[in-house]
């Protein structure tokens, strides 16, 4: 129905060949979906981290959200279909969304670029920048660090080196054997402030 009534701009469905879990919806966020981003999982009280994803890797976030959250983490999973709507969207309701100072991840199986505006500059982007890997998906998804382990790894070192309460029980983890943390300086930072980019591994020599 949004597609056929979209009269300002250009309008894709876009689908997978992807064996994807289905995402358990109320009505609200069904209705939700037309605003561009909202939140498909939440916790009790104020989130301390956010998972932002779209598409086939919204269900990788949830299944992070369930690692995290057992180290004692409050965790929300937003789901983000189209940024130019969400962008669209009254400060508000992007803010109950995307609360201020609650740490950010988002989660992209490819460029990391366009995302750095929605975790800040004290956010951290799980994704690739790299073009040509072939294999069967599940081993490039193991390799590029696209596993719940993976990222609930990274998104829980990178809470915790920005401040973030230590999990209760288990370790914080770490990037797993498909991905690697590095330090580094925001692409869009004026002064050279430290952050955390999640990289892929490096590519064994032929």
Not at 102 to 131: P, Q
Request: hydrophobic share 45%; charged share 20%.
């Amino acid at each position: 129905g949004d597609s056929i009534d979209n009269a300002t701009g250009p309008t894709s469905l876009i689908l997978s060949r992807q064996a994807l879990p289905p995402m358990p919806r109320t009505p609200e966020q069904v209705a939700a979906i037309a605003r561009g981003g909202y939140v498909l999982i939440d916790t009790e009280g104020a989130p301390d981290l956010v998972l932002i994803a779209t598409g086939s890797e919204v269900g990788l976030a949830a299944e992070a959200a369930k690692l995290l959250t057992a180290q004692g983490r409050r965790v929300r999973v937003v789901s983000m279909p189209c940024t130019s709507v969400f962008d669209a969207q009254d400060a508000a309701y992007r803010a109950s969304v995307l609360p201020a100072g609650t740490k950010r991840v988002a989660i992209e199986a490819g460029s990391r670029e366009s995302w750095w505006r929605y975790v800040g500059l004290d956010g951290a982007v799980v994704g690739m920048d790299t073009f040509g890997a072939s294999a069967p998906a599940k081993k490039l998804f193991e390799h590029f660090g696209f596993t719940a382990a993976s990222v609930a790894g990274v998104a829980a070192g990178h809470a915790h080196r920005l401040g973030g309460p230590a999990p209760r029980g288990r370790g914080c983890g770490h990037a797993g054997p498909g991905g690697r943390l590095r330090r580094g300086v925001h692409p869009l930072a004026g002064a050279r402030r430290n952050v955390i980019l999640a990289l892929p591994a490096p590519r064994p020599a032929a």
